[in-house]
């Protein structure tokens, strides 16, 4: 099971994210960047088809999530 927070934007192309997923990883405050979707995928949050050439966003560095993208439009911050 995987449990996804945004926590904040510290800027508006960059995501806090808190991402549990059990048995594999956990990470408290990750930081996210804006980017062009380079392949097809699925919104780790919302579920929606991610097409090459959405705006997503994706874990900076390479984390064992790195391959994980969340839609933009996805994104509901308080």
Known sequence: MIT???LEA???DRLLVSWR???LCNYT???WALRNAGHTARCAIS???IRRG???YRPVGKPMN???CILADAVKLP
């Open 54 to 56: 959405d705006k997503v």
């Open 4 to 6: 996804i927070h945004i």
């Open 10 to 12: 510290p800027a508006k």
């Open 21 to 23: 997923q059990s048995g």
């Open 29 to 31: 405050e990750q930081l």
């Open 47 to 49: 579920g929606q088809p």
């Open 66 to 68: 790195h391959a994980t």
